[in-house]
């Protein structure tokens, strides 16, 4: 690693110094360049890290309440962090506190930039903090609150682990330009006859769509990594505007109005909506059609109306997207469980979902709907996406 590219070591020094200090020594012994950041927001003039609390939020995050100085410091982390121009990587320690102030701006790092946090919260549900970054995530065992012979052995390994990252060769990249695909269990042959098509131009990056995984392939066309997306599955809008546990944000699409970058896909999964074991199913559904995926997921059908919701949402966000844009829908039905003979079967929904589309999404040169007669996973869908991806990626591959 150049020494022009540093580790950032980020925690609270007023509370957490020592074991800060701790881990900056291990990665400094291994050769490693350190940058240390306090974010502490209870003496900021008696800190000793590389960088203040005051260089990171100026008087922001010093009011005398602890809640408004914590928010007000993670705000400003999230803005300094992200413009450092050196960051080999970061490694962060904290409690609740500390990790909910570090963990914002570690997801604004890029893909790639390695992140780790020791923290007391890790073993619980650590959603909020991770995101959809590549963030990991390791539980102190102990308090963060002095070194001992099990915190000692922790941080060591989080110190080597970060030191590892950063220190290791960068594999080497494709040449081919990246292509974001989204696939759930029910639209799994489509996406797999799509990837097999193409993945001699594209390199095939292929997002599982349980609403983080949506979330995922945005922030990396974002951060301008994909060059181009086959969204068949676009599922997660369908648990966002019915209230399912696999939702996509209010941002779902963001990404592609924000880069421009081509956009091919379809209504894959809008039938279904998730929930967990079949007793978490909310009271108010249980009179609709429901079916056992597996034991921890039970999907819910969608009705008419929801999928008229559904797709007006997709619409609009298509609509506000400047790149190339190619809706293609399967006439055939939506999903594995969308067929004749299938407990999702439902030409009524379907009509609502299909007509909607048709009078929502606006249509030019560079938008265009596309009706294929096949269902979803019919090969002949696939080779129809195939050829609206190759239309309207030009000379990408």
């Not at 070194?147 to 594999?171: C, D, K, T, Y």
């Not at 929904?349 to 269902?375: G, I, K, N, Y």
């Amino acid at each position: 690693m150049s020494a022009t590219w540093r580790a950032y070591v980020v925690g609270t020094f007023d509370t957490k110094g020592e074991e800060l200090g701790y881990v900056a020594g291990l990665l400094r012994d291994a050769g490693h360049a350190v940058t240390t950041v306090d974010v502490g927001t209870s003496d900021p003039d008696a800190s000793t890290a590389d960088v203040g609390p005051r260089e990171v939020a100026g008087d922001d995050a010093f009011t005398g309440d602890r809640g408004r100085s914590v928010t007000a410091m993670s705000a400003a982390l999230e803005r300094w962090l992200p413009a450092r121009q050196d960051v080999a990587g970061v490694l962060a320690l904290g409690g609740s506190g500390g990790t909910a102030i570090v963990t914002p701006a570690l997801q604004r790092l890029a893909v790639g930039v390695p992140k780790f946090v020791v923290s007391t919260v890790a073993s619980g549900n650590v959603a909020p903090y991770v995101g959809s970054v590549d963030m990991t995530l390791m539980y102190s065992v102990t308090d963060v609150a002095g070194l001992n012979r099990i915190s000692r052995r922790v941080l060591a390994n989080a110190a080597h682990a970060l030191g590892g990252a950063i220190g290791a060769p960068e594999p080497p990249a494709s040449d081919k330009p990246a292509l974001g695909l989204t696939m759930f269990g029910v639209t799994t042959p489509c996406v797999t006859a799509v990837t097999e098509a193409v993945s001699d131009r594209f390199d095939c990056l292929v997002f599982h769509a349980t609403g983080t995984g949506g979330r995922a392939m945005e922030k990396l066309v974002d951060d301008r990594l994909i060059e181009a997306v086959v969204d068949v599955s676009t599922t997660e809008i369908a648990d966002l505007v019915v209230g399912g546990i696999m939702a996509a944000t209010e941002d779902r699409l963001g990404a592609i109005a924000r880069t421009g970058v081509p956009w091919v896909g379809s209504v894959g999964a809008l039938d279904m909506v998730n929930f967990g074991a079949p007793d978490t199913v909310p009271e108010r559904f249980r009179g609709r059609t429901l079916y056992e995926h597996n034991a921890q997921v039970t999907l819910m059908r969608t009705t008419p109306d929801e999928c008229r919701t559904a797709a007006g949402f997709l619409a609009d966000k298509l609509n506000a997207c400047p790149g190339p844009v190619r809706l293609v829908l399967p006439l055939g039905g939506v999903s594995a469980l969308d067929a004749p003979g299938m407990p999702f079967a439902d030409d009524e929904a379907d009509a609502a979902l299909f007509d909607t589309l048709r009078e929502r999404f606006h249509q030019t040169d560079d938008h265009r709907l596309v009706e294929s007669p096949h269902h979803v996973n019919d090969p002949e869908f696939a080779a129809t996406v195939v050829a609206a991806l190759e239309e309207i990626a030009g000379g990408r591959p």
